[in-house]
């Protein structure tokens, strides 16, 4: 079933809504759409779970606005589709962008309907490299996503299709891909890389309180794998999950592995690491 459910400020967000029982909620990441979790909206309604793909606005079939890309705007728009399906007890899954904003989430709505959080590959706790954080993407380089995104987007896609996954894709996948990234718009694409490059979501993290995993490749070329040590520092009693074959894109390059490992968690089987005294210098992983 499709929705579409109209935010605060009058903003159509577009909904897939797919099976019965306890819902998950999935969030896309940058240029893409809820499409890209096509394989788990038909893997989970099997066992019993309710997929709710959600497009953020400007992005697939969700309306395009001029302003209102920032984390907060976008984690408004989710918090408006919670309301208006009445959801409780889901579990939040974010990969990419949709990890930062699903973050942001959690610490601004407290994580209103919400019992579990999942990140996968996500943009956080920065996408960018700070002064006082030496992690992430250097500036310059978004800046020049920024500029192809306004000049040259159809190459801008082609170039960050090569970089999602470790090993090179198949042709069928990387068509595919660009496919998706054609779904968005220019203003979205273009808005969203801005608020990457200048959201930060430190303070963020520590506010979550929901049972959380993070999924992260090893080999992540645009949310290096230390990102994700840095998550699970921050995020009191998170787990972090390794995909050593996989780059960015961990649930198309280890599909299996990624199923199970997301089913385990939504059935409270995922195993997790000993308890250990954690210090910045150490990250207990799996």
């Given amino acids: 079933m499709s929705h579409y459910v109209e935010s605060e400020q009058g903003v159509r ?3 897939e809504d797919i099976g019965a029982g306890t819902p998950v909620i999935f969030l896309h990441g940058w240029p893409f ?20 793909g959600i497009d953020l606005r400007g992005f697939g079939k969700s309306d395009a606005t001029w302003d209102g890309y920032n984390y907060c705007s976008l984690a408004d728009d989710v918090k408006a589709v919670v309301d208006r399906l009445g959801i409780t007890g889901a579990t939040l899954v974010g990969f990419s962008l949709g990890g930062a904003v699903a973050a942001r989430y959690m610490a601004r709505h407290s994580g209103h309907g919400i019992s579990k959080l999942l990140l996968v590959g996500a943009a956080a706790p920065s996408f960018v490299q700070r002064e006082d954080f030496v992690l992430g993407t250097p500036p310059d380089k978004v800046d020049d996503m920024i500029l192809q995104a306004y000049a040259d987007r159809p190459t801008l896609a082609a170039q960050f299709g090569k970089m999602l996954t470790a090993s090179k894709p198949s042709a069928g ?31 963020d993290l520590p506010l979550i309180r929901v049972p959380t995993a993070i999924f992260h490749g090893v080999q992540d070329e645009i949310c290096p794998f230390e990102l994700g040590e840095e998550m699970r520092r921050l995020i009191p009693g998170s787990t972090l999950h390794r ?23 939504l059935a409270d089987t995922l195993i997790v690491p000993e308890p250990i005294e954690v210090t910045p210098e150490q990250t207990p992983i799996l």
């Fill in 13 to 15: 967000i577009y909904v």
């Fill in 33 to 52: 759409n809820h499409k890209m979790f096509e394989y788990q909206f038909m893997e989970l309604p099997r066992l019993g779970y309710r997929c709710i």
């Fill in 173 to 203: 996948m990387s068509a595919w891909l660009q496919s998706l990234a054609f779904e968005a718009s220019a203003v979205g694409t273009y808005k969203a890389l801005e608020s990457l490059r200048t959201e930060d979501l430190r303070e």
């Fill in 243 to 265: 995909f050593e074959d996989s780059g960015h894109a961990l649930l198309l390059e280890e599909p299996q592995l990624f199923s199970e490992r997301l089913t385990a968690f």
